[in-house]
């Protein structure tokens, strides 16, 4: 999110780059609108030092980051998309070489 404009979803997969292309051929070569929008995001953070300025973990395995570089921001939310109560649905790990890890939801990481 920049502002309340979403800028990256992951339905954007779904839709080619030029319209009227066959979804499964720009899925394949990725050249959907998601790997658009993917190298634009990646072009921005590599340009500013964005640092992250806040995280918060909500209710439903929603993960939120907040990050600023220079006088822009952005807002980072991910979205579990499935409610199976076994389905891994993100992972994070900490940081060094501990291995320690959260993952959400907890049953998920169970075997």
């Given at each position: 999110m920049?502002g309340?404009?979403?800028?990256?979803?992951s339905?954007?997969?779904r839709?080619?780059?030029t319209?009227?292309?066959?979804?499964?051929?720009?899925f394949?070569?990725?050249?959907t609108?998601?790997?658009?929008?993917a190298?634009?995001?990646?072009?921005?953070f590599?340009e500013?030092?964005?640092?992250?300025?806040?995280?918060?973990l909500?209710?439903?395995?929603?993960?939120?980051?907040?990050?600023?570089?220079?006088?822009?921001?952005i807002?980072?939310?991910v979205?579990?998309?499935?409610?199976?109560?076994?389905v891994?649905s993100?992972?994070l790990f900490?940081?060094?070489?501990h291995?320690?890890?959260?993952?959400?939801?907890?049953?998920?990481?169970r075997?």
């Amino acid at each position: 999110m920049h502002g309340d404009v979403i800028l990256l979803g992951s339905r954007d997969m779904r839709w080619p780059q030029t319209p009227g292309a066959d979804r499964d051929e720009a899925f394949d070569s990725f050249t959907t609108m998601y790997d658009v929008q993917a190298a634009f995001l990646t072009s921005r953070f590599a340009e500013d030092d964005f640092r992250v300025t806040g995280a918060d973990l909500g209710p439903g395995g929603v993960v939120v980051v907040e990050a600023a570089g220079g006088s822009d921001s952005i807002r980072i939310e991910v979205i579990p998309d499935s409610s199976g109560p076994k389905v891994e649905s993100w992972r994070l790990f900490a940081v060094g070489d501990h291995g320690e890890h959260y993952v959400y939801p907890e049953a998920a990481g169970r075997g």
